[in-house]
Structure formats: structure tokens, C-alpha cells
């Protein structure tokens, strides 16, 4: 036997959740070959003593549509281990639309991900007008890691109505015409289709993005395609009911009767709330109860706190009070120059503690909402615990407005502070994780790139759960970030270790591994920013046989793929 690649001597956790064993991994032609003792010799050999190796993380919830076309790598997801992602989420993606409207998609991406339009219009050449043609320039293009993708509400229903798809309902023509395009791209090698109903995605000027104007008609006619063509995979941001339970049980009883009616898997994501803490657990007893049914339905769940990272060199969350407004424009030096002068510091301070109670404006998704010191820490370490600003003024005797001011200026304002949006109860967080309709996902890598980190949740897993809490053996985490996944979402021949499979496989140091701390850097196309992370303790990461990086660094190979759903495949 010839083999392309063996990796030796490494611990084998194949993804099944079975015990982990001493093995060789022989790979040739871009699959594996071989489990076990092999003595071959290889074009190229990894020496895995002391390391772990697994199939590679699939990555189910990210945003980078755009991203794809300037970055094949997948940066951040590829420095954690991840070798496929889904992108297309919530109702997100660039096709179908022809270049002379790309500005409509680019509105329900601008505000609602965090994705700069100076960045799109400069890092995509246009080459597409239907999903199928969009699937076909990723294909073409050289790809480090593995892409699919979901066909966009948004984005379908502004291809067909235009400007009216962002200020009325569809008329039954023009859901004809979705009906048709969605059925193209299911057949072309859609992973499935995405909508939001969410008011946290909102366009740049403050209207509602293109899919929140669908009612619940149109959204159901437009699975049923999916039902019909029997392929597909339905993911929705939820609709905002509050906690009216009447409501909530209307919403949960659509969402159920679409499943079961369809039969189309339904999925979406789920966090505990600090302000509603059993909230979400109505949504763990709906999956069951519509699995009982004769639905299915899985849960996209996370594995730490949602965090906004703030700093004073992206947002703050006194960023809009009329005293800090105009000081938070200038650049960086000015504004340290104006925090440590006494009189303005002073007038600062007071406008936080001063401004009114509400004020009219509301944080849409992850932008920062009004500072609670109790729940603003300083993200002085990548893992937590990290210590509250009240706790350190407290501790200092200190106005916790002045607490932040002088963290921030002995870091040069690089200093990064989290506010948690969700999932502040680790409990649940565990309790969610474990739970069997969960999958672990929801990194939205490509989108908020300058609002949150969280390309690192799988790292993270490994690293707190895993290692430092012993919450989970490393044989369930590796299940839950790479089998789980390719099940739910049907990506065939990946996600196990297993001989005939694809070769997508990392090589990492179970006592090593965690996310490192993020930076912020201005690399995007156009000069855009955004957060990076990576994390420490991979040794290698290989896509479909071939090694692409080599201690979280890229070797130039780009092996990656475009993962058609099941109807375009051969």
C-alpha cells in the first residue's frame, strides 16, 4: 500500500464516542486508507506521539459567504480545528442576486452580521445571479477547508420582489417565484434554507431585513419545497415572543406542525438568559415532543457565555451619550490624551452615571447594551473566570467608570472587556450541551467580526469542559463537534475516523489546547477590522488528505471543497 500522508503514533478518538486507542492513520487519495500499525512508508509522515488525533470539527452556524471569496482559509474557524463549515445561516446569503443588486443583499448583511460593505464590494468579484451559479464560483474558488451552504430568505425573496421584499408581504406569484429558485438551488446542492423572524436583525437605517417581512404562509410553502424534493435542512432565528406564554405556545406549535407536516429537519439556536432562566428549556421539551410526532428537530447550542468583546478601539457601551460621542471619534491618542485630563474625565464619569434610565435607543444583536458592572468583565485572560468591573471597584474603592478608564489606558485602549447577552448560567450551559437534541455549533465565524470572538467555542470545549472541569471525557466532546454535526446536516463520509472516509483529520495536544487570547487587527479587504483568535496546541490540520496548516500556520496547500447537498451529488 502507498500512502500520501500517515500520521504515527498518535491516540485515535475516531468521532464515534467509543474509547480512544493507539493507532497509525494511513491516508491515500484524499481518503483514509488505514486504521491501525502501518510500516509503509509515506510521501509524508506526522509524528502524533503524545497527541490525540480526531476527524476534523464541522462548524454548522457561520456566516462566511462573503468571506470565502477573500479569505479560502476560513480564518478564524480553521485555527480551532475546524475543517467544514455550513455557511448561509439565518436567512443570510449572497445568492440569488445579480451584481446590479448586490447593495440589497449587502443591507440585510451590513448591520445584521457586522459585515463591512466596503469589505464585500472589494474582496467579491460579482460572478453569479442564481444559487447555483453562486455554489459553482465557490467551487471554483481555491479553498483551504470545506464550504456548504444554505440558500438565504433575505436573499431569495429580494431576487424576486426587489425593494418590495423589504415593506410588504409576497404576493402568491412572487412566492411562486421563490418556490422555483429554492427548488433550483436544493437541486444545484443547497445544505438547505435559512430565514430569520428575529427583530435583532435589522438593516443599517433600522427596518427590518428582507425575510422578517414574510408571513408564516410564505415561510411554510417555501419548506414544503424542501419536504416535496425530500433534501434540505430548514434553520430559523426565532421569532421575538417575549415571554407572553401565549405566544410562545403559538410560535413552538407552528415550528412543530412545520416539521411534522413537512418532515423536513428543523433547526435553531438556543442560549440561556439570566433574566428568564428556565426560558429555553420549552424549546429542549418541543424538540421531543415533535420527534414524537414524526418530526425532527435539533437544537444549535453554544458552549460558553455569549460575550460582546468591547474595547475602546471598536465599541464601548457609552459610546452614544452625548459627552462621550465626540471625544469616542477622534483617534485613539486623542481620546487617551482627553480620558487622562481631570475636567473631562470627570464629565465623562458623571454622563454614564447620569444618563436616563431608558433613552429610547435599543442594541440590536451583539452591540453593546448599557453597562451593568456586575455583568462587564475584564477579559484579561482568553478562558474565564474573569473578575467583574464592581467586584475590582470594590476592591480599589474606585468609581467602576474609573476602573474601566485606567484598565483601558495601561493597555494603550487595546483593553478587551466582555458583556455577557446570554448564557451567563454554566449549568445550563453544561445541561445544554449534554442534552441529546443538542449540537454543539453556533460560532457565526465570518459575521460579527467585530463584535464577538466566538470561531473559538470548539476550542474552548476541549479546553474548559474537557480539561479543566472534567465535565465531559474528551471522547464525547470529539462526538459532539464532528459526528453529531455531519449527521444532522447530512455531510456523508466525514466526521469519523473510519477507513473509506474523507481525510479531514487534526493532530492536537489534549493538554494544550485552548483559545488564545484575541487580537483586533485591520486585515479585511478595504482595511476593514475585525477580532482574530487562534488557539494553541494543534499540531496539524489536514483537509481531504492534505496537511493545510502546521502549528495553527497555513503550508499554501488549499485542498478544501465545496459540499454539495445530497441531490447534486454523483
Not at 115 to 131: D, Q, V, Y
Not at 301 to 324: A, G
Request: hydrophobic fraction near 40%; proline fraction near 5%; charge should be negative.
Amino acid at each position: 500500500m502507498s500512502y500520501d500522508l500517515v500520521i504515527k503514533n498518535g491516540t485515535v478518538i475516531d468521532g464515534s464516542g467509543m474509547p480512544r486507542f493507539r493507532a497509525d492513520v494511513g491516508i491515500a487519495g484524499g481518503k483514509i486508507a488505514s486504521i491501525g500499525k502501518i510500516s509503509e512508508r509515506a510521501k509524508e509522515t506526522i509524528d502524533a506521539d503524545g497527541h490525540v488525533v480526531t476527524p476534523g470539527i464541522i462548524d454548522a452556524h457561520t456566516h462566511m459567504d462573503a468571506q470565502v471569496f477573500w479569505d479560502p482559509m476560513g480564518t478564524c474557524s480553521c485555527w480551532h480545528g475546524i475543517t467544514s463549515v455550513v455557511m448561509g445561516n439565518c436567512g443570510f446569503s449572497l445568492a440569488p442576486c445579480a451584481e446590479k443588486d448586490k447593495l440589497m443583499v449587502m443591507r440585510n448583511l451590513e448591520r445584521a452580521e457586522d459585515i463591512a460593505p466596503e469589505a464585500m464590494e472589494a474582496g467579491i468579484k460579482w460572478s453569479w445571479e442564481t444559487f447555483p451559479q453562486y455554489l459553482d464560483a465557490v467551487d471554483r474558488t481555491p479553498k483551504g477547508i470545506n464550504y456548504t451552504a444554505y440558500i438565504g430568505h433575505s436573499a431569495l425573496r429580494t431576487f424576486v420582489m426587489g425593494e418590495r421584499a423589504f415593506e410588504h408581504e409576497a404576493t402568491g406569484d412572487e412566492i411562486e417565484g421563490m418556490k422555483r429558485e429554492l427548488r433550483s438551488a436544493i437541486r444545484a446542492g443547497a445544505i438547505g434554507f435559512t430565514t430569520s423572524r428575529t427583530r435583532n436583525h435589522q438593516t443599517p437605517d433600522g427596518h427590518p431585513v428582507a425575510s422578517r417581512l414574510a408571513n408564516w404562509s410564505e415561510v411554510r410553502e417555501l419548506v414544503g419545497v424542501m419536504g416535496e424534493e425530500n433534501a434540505g435542512v430548514f434553520e430559523i432565528a426565532g421569532e421575538d415572543t417575549g415571554l407572553a406564554p401565549d405566544r410562545v405556545k403559538d410560535y413552538l406549535d407552528r415550528l412543530k406542525a412545520l416539521a411534522v407536516d413537512t418532515r423536513v429537519p428543523v433547526t435553531y439556536g438556543m442560549f440561556s438568559q439570566r433574566k428568564a432562566p428556565d426560558y429555553w428549556r420549552q424549546y429542549f421539551k418541543l424538540a421531543d415532543e415533535t420527534a414524537d410526532a414524526g418530526g425532527r428537530m435539533f437544537i444549535q447550542v453554544h458552549s460558553r457565555s455569549l460575550n460582546v468583546v468591547l474595547s475602546f478601539e471598536t465599541t464601548m457601551p457609552f459610546d452614544k451619550l452625548p459627552v462621550w460621542r465626540d471625544i469616542r471619534k477622534l483617534p485613539l491618542a486623542e481620546q487617551a490624551a482627553a480620558l487622562r485630563n481631570p475636567e473631562i474625565r470627570a464629565k465623562l464619569v458623571a454622563a454614564v452615571h447620569d444618563q436616563p434610565r431608558e433613552d429610547g435607543r435599543r442594541a440590536v444583536g451583539p452591540e453593546p447594551r448599557r453597562a451593568n458592572f456586575k455583568w462587564l468583565f475584564v477579559m484579561d485572560q482568553a478562558s474565564p473566570p474573569h473578575r467583574s468591573i464592581a467586584e475590582l471597584a470594590e476592591e480599589l474603592n474606585k468609581d467602576p467608570v474609573e476602573v474601566i478608564i485606567d484598565l483601558a489606558l495601561a493597555k494603550d485602549l487595546k483593553q478587551f472587556f466582555l458583556q455577557p447577552l446570554a448564557n451567563e448560567n454554566q449549568d445550563h450551559v453544561l445541561e445544554m450541551m449534554r442534552n441529546p437534541r443538542s449540537v454543539v455549533t453556533f460560532s457565526d465565524s465570518g459575521a460579527h467580526v467585530s463584535q464577538i470572538m466566538d470561531s473559538s467555542l470548539q476550542s474552548h470545549l476541549l479546553s474548559y469542559w474537557v480539561r479543566e472541569k472534567q465535565a465531559l471525557t474528551l471522547e464525547q466532546a470529539i462526538r459532539m463537534l464532528t459526528f453529531v454535526p455531519a449527521s444532522h446536516w447530512g455531510l456523508t463520509g466525514r466526521g469519523l475516523l473510519r477507513e473509506g472516509m474523507a481525510a479531514d483529520v487534526i493532530v492536537f495536544d489534549a493538554d494544550k489546547i485552548a483559545p488564545m487570547m484575541p487580537k483586533l487587527e485591520y486585515d479585511l479587504p478595504a482595511g476593514a477590522r475585525r477580532l482574530k483568535q487562534k488557539a494553541a496546541g494543534l499540531m496539524a490540520t489536514v483537509v481531504n488528505g492534505e496537511v493545510v496548516l502546521r502549528n495553527n500556520e497555513p503550508t499554501g496547500n488549499l485542498p478544501g471543497r465545496l459540499l454539495r447537498g445530497p441531490l447534486a451529488r454523483g
